[in-house]
């Protein structure tokens, strides 16, 4: 496991946000707590996955196929390409469906792309024309029409990236589609979502999210607006189970794992209702079964949830009930992965990149080198070897672009120094450049940079 430390800067950065959130959710919880109930596009707070359903506390956890539905950074801890469904009436004889569909996209440059769609259908309503009488308000004639459906369809488009070392962000946008009858509007919505993977050393499985949905809506057609939702969620892992090994590119084999057991907490305002918290965790009792339980709350339990998981290699199909006032409901999920870990490709790539870059410096084109760096460093921001060879080529450059004579000893020397500098082998990398300086004592920027 790595062992990593977010700066100072940083993690001050992070507390502030969180403590903002936090004051944002308690103020707005005074304020509004006396408006509930029914929410516009409140299908979109339905749940995407049995898995999610059942552990509840999901919004920091998202690391599947429905995080461009809870929370879109998430979306950097998919691997994988991957497709997430789920097909379920949600009450019986009620003939209404739900659905989604989700689908995940991972990149090496370029971050993680996601699209879904999520829809509830309700059918058979019953269509009548009433005619009364004009003198008397009688009911005149009652005449059947057939049936009316109620539908609203919500495109989700997401995309996550991690920005800085262990810190990601994620935007996600939506348009909402509702027809009634003959009756149509649309909605549409900006999400924006942060999560920190781990803090320091001592909470390297700690995960932070927080997150504001519909920072940003419209409407055509309709006087409704998508509420404000602030969320804020932790997560924690626990008993690392390694169940082999994977060979790269480079002939290393690393460790394939998973977590046993992961607890979550989650707090979400509605801006026109009370706060709500979800408080779940999932264990896997076998390699291939895992047991929820799940809980949501206002001043009171709510909802209880639980359901199990079963996971053949990048197979898996999850189901969950819930027990709340208007009885139980039942939800069944799939989930499938394919192609190559995105994580390993990125690692091949940035192999060759950091090759590249030695050859560059090693020939004397210190700038050169450093933008290929920095390019490598952007992919993963975790690679602290990347990053200590970036941050010796930018010392040099601000002194010395580059030394490519081939025939002068004073460029042999710095070229020399340069690599030394790299490897951490200062007695080789002074004495190269005070060669260099000797042989060329007007070099001022070279004086520089031996001082």
Not at 82 to 105: C, K, M, R, W
Not at 377 to 401: E, F, G, H, S
Not at 414 to 432: G, K, M, Y
Request: with cysteine.
């Amino acid at each position: 496991m790595k062992n990593f430390v977010v700066g100072n800067k940083t993690f001050s950065l992070i507390e502030n946000l969180v403590q903002l959130l936090i004051c944002i959710l308690l103020t707005t919880t005074n304020i509004f707590s006396a408006y509930t109930g029914g929410q516009p596009a409140e299908f979109l707070q339905f749940g995407a996955s049995a898995r999610a359903m059942a552990t509840k506390a999901f919004f920091s956890i998202s690391d599947d196929a429905t995080a461009v539905y809870y929370n879109p950074a998430g979306l950097v801890q998919c691997e994988y390409k991957e497709i997430s469904a789920l097909h379920t009436e949600l009450f019986p004889n009620t003939q209404t469906i739900y659905d989604y569909i989700g689908f995940v996209y991972p990149t090496i440059k370029y971050g993680v792309f996601s699209i879904a769609i999520n829809q509830l259908l309700s059918t058979g309503f019953e269509k009548i024309e009433i005619e009364y009488d004009p003198l008397s308000t009688d009911i005149i004639k009652i005449e059947n029409k057939g049936t009316f459906d109620d539908r609203q369809v919500a495109l989700l488009l997401g995309y996550g990236k991690e920005v800085f070392e262990h810190i990601n962000i994620g935007i996600g946008l939506k348009t909402i589609y509702r027809k009634l009858d003959i009756y149509t509007d649309t909605m549409m919505g900006l999400d924006v979502s942060c999560l920190v993977t781990g803090i320091n050393t001592h909470f390297p499985l700690l995960n932070i999210a927080v997150g504001v949905k519909n920072l940003i809506s419209t409407n055509i057609g309709t006087e409704d607006k998508l509420p404000i939702i602030f969320k804020i969620g932790v997560s924690h892992k626990f008993f690392k189970r390694i169940t082999g090994t994977v060979k790269k590119e480079s002939e290393q084999e690393q460790e394939k794992y998973y977590y046993r057991l992961v607890v979550g907490l989650d707090l979400e305002q509605n801006i026109n209702s009370e706060m709500k918290w979800m408080l779940g965790t999932e264990y896997w009792l076998m390699d291939f079964l895992a047991l929820r339980l799940g809980f949501e709350g206002l001043s009171y339990i709510k909802e209880t949830t639980a359901g199990i998981g079963l996971r053949y290699q990048q197979y898996s199909v999850d189901y969950s009930f819930a027990y709340h006032d208007l009885g139980f409901s039942h939800r069944i999920s799939a989930d499938v992965k394919w192609g190559k870990s995105v994580k390993f490709d990125k690692d091949a790539f940035i192999k060759k990149l950091v090759n590249e870059a030695i050859a560059r410096y090693t020939a004397g084109q210190f700038l050169e080198a450093a933008k290929v760096l920095q390019t490598a460093y952007q992919l993963d921001p975790n690679r602290k070897d990347v990053k200590k060879m970036l941050d010796t080529l930018l010392l040099v450059t601000a002194y010395i672009t580059s030394a490519t004579d081939e025939v002068k000893e004073e460029h042999q020397g710095i070229r020399r120094a340069v690599s030394a500098l790299i490897e951490d082998d200062l007695t080789t990398a002074v004495n190269s450049l005070r060669y260099a300086y000797y042989k060329n004592p007007a070099n001022k920027p070279l004086l520089q940079l031996l001082n």
